[in-house]
């Protein structure tokens, strides 16, 4: 095929030898396959912020730490420069967490070289050497259903574990090679640490593995596995071999109101001090 405009820059300088055809079309990028000396690989060209369909960066990008504090002003501003730095660093972040997951053991495709906004990676591929099926493309069984669940849900301990946390986990991000379920798509992951939406992100990332899933095996619509997660984690527990059971026990303690208020009252008298000007006698 003809090779695409913002592909033309690896092909000059020899990353890419020649592109094959292209893979898929996402919210926010254009997958490629290509071929590099004797291996195919593929190339993913990520969209513009304008020409992208997903929104919601302010929140993904809470917690993530820039090197350089000029870069960081500058993305504070919005200014031109600011808006260059922002992107450059929304693609990079899929390079770092890729690498930094399958450190961790978490099933993600190899990445390569991230250049001229086009990031350069494994081909996922299938028993027979095709490009692997999206994990709503594949035909699924109440057991397969719950061997991939529970597979994905080691995956998401894994990843948060290391820190991370997908924050747009789906069906339609999950390839399905020989061996099983391989996460894909993590410009958009966060620091789990470092990010006050991270328990909520976690949280909806696991029900909509249940909710997936539970259309198949319906034991699993319910289950509370992303709160239990969270709760494992926050308490120092979580552990790359934690059993899980999808249950979270339920604090039926009455609530202290009068303590509640005491509190409150007393936050307000700090707040009120604070205010009150300093006097030299």
Not at 26 to 40: L, Q, S
Not at 138 to 155: F, G
Not at 252 to 264: A, C, I, Q
């Amino acid at each position: 095929m003809k090779t695409p405009k913002r592909l033309e820059p690896l092909v000059v300088d020899g990353l890419v030898d020649e592109v094959l055809r292209q893979l898929m079309s996402g919210k926010e990028a254009t997958v490629y396959v290509v071929r590099c000396g004797d291996d195919v690989r593929c190339a993913k060209v990520y969209k513009d912020a304008n020409h992208r369909s997903f929104k919601k960066n302010a929140a993904y990008q809470e917690g993530r730490k820039v090197k350089n504090s000029r870069q960081a002003r500058a993305m504070e501003k919005g200014s031109r420069y600011g808006k260059q730095m922002q992107e450059e660093e929304w693609q990079n972040a899929e390079v770092d967490n890729l690498y930094r997951l399958a450190a961790a053991g978490v099933r993600v495709p190899t990445p390569y070289i991230c250049s001229e906004g086009v990031l350069l990676m494994e081909l996922v591929v299938d028993a027979n050497g095709n490009a692997a099926p999206r994990l709503n493309d594949v035909e699924m069984s109440p057991e397969l259903a719950r061997e991939y669940h529970d597979e994905l849900l080691k995956q998401v301990v894994l990843m948060l574990c290391a820190g991370v946390i997908h924050g747009d986990l789906s069906e339609y991000n999950i390839l399905v090679d020989e061996h099983g379920p391989v996460i894909i798509d993590l410009p958009q992951a966060v620091d789990a640490a470092g990010n006050n939406q991270a328990a909520a992100m976690l949280e909806r990332d696991v029900d909509n593995l249940a909710e997936y899933f539970g259309q198949f095996a319906p034991e699993l619509n319910g289950s509370q596995y992303g709160k239990e997660i969270w709760g494992l984690f926050e308490g120092g527990l979580l552990h790359p071999d934690v059993k899980l059971t999808g249950k979270v026990k339920q604090n039926h303690r009455p609530v202290d109101v009068r303590s509640v208020l005491r509190e409150v009252e007393h936050v307000k008298e700090e707040h009120l001090q604070r205010q009150l000007p300093d006097f030299q006698p």
